[in-house]
């Protein structure tokens, strides 16, 4: 009732995570050192937060067709159930969490008033990405047949995703850096209405 090959889907995992109050901070300075130039800094607190929610589980038709022919086997449809593998396999969902931390950032720049009609600015920018490692999204129940999975990819070792399966969560590597980026702006003052602005980053 179910065909299983190595280029089809297995099932779709959704999560809604969520929450309500995250407490961060910015501080800001702005310095005129001159008229014609000004020094600019701005720091963005990260913070660390666990998100509340639910996972969703839904197996593609030929995963459920497979996996329900082989439980409704009375010579082997005992031993699949022995497995992990419940009587019918329909889908899963199950509440479940995960600590996110958001990443600070820096930004440091400079304006110069090149002429009275033109303007640049020059900005450097830091981001602590590196904060993104890993995430890992911890069931409240556990979901048997992802355990299941769980030991097939491992068994099978193709070091594609870097990441784990298991009945009580999923593991899931990021591997982020923090990095310094750079940003270029110009800003035409055109009258007094009206300012025509184009940068890069």
Do not use: C
């Not at 839904?58 to 082989?70: A, H, K, M, Q």
């Not at 440091?108 to 490692?133: C, E, L, P, Y």
């Amino acid at each position: 009732d179910g065909r299983l090959n190595p280029f089809a889907s297995v099932a779709s995992i959704e999560a809604e995570l969520e929450k309500y109050l995250s407490a961060t901070f910015n501080l800001g300075l702005l310095w005129e050192i001159t008229p014609w130039l000004t020094f600019g800094m701005a720091y963005m607190s990260g913070s660390r937060d666990q998100l509340e929610g639910e996972v969703r589980i839904r197996y593609s038709d030929d995963v459920r067709g497979f996996v329900n022919s082989l439980s409704g086997n009375p010579l082997i449809g005992g031993l699949v159930q022995a497995v992990g593998v419940p009587g019918e396999l329909t889908s899963d969902t199950t509440d479940a969490s995960v600590v996110i931390e958001y990443p600070q950032h820096l930004s440091m720049g400079v304006s110069v008033q090149v002429t009275q009609r033109f303007k640049t600015n020059i900005d450097v920018k830091w981001t602590d990405t590196a904060v993104w490692d890993i995430w890992e999204i911890k069931f409240e129940e556990p979901v048997p047949f992802l355990g299941v999975l769980g030991l097939i990819a491992d068994g099978l070792d193709q070091g594609t995703t870097g990441g784990h399966i298991g009945s009580d969560g999923l593991f899931l590597p990021r591997g982020y850096e923090s990095v310094w980026s750079w940003a270029l702006g110009v800003e035409y003052q055109y009258n007094d209405q009206l300012a025509l602005r184009a940068g890069y980053e």
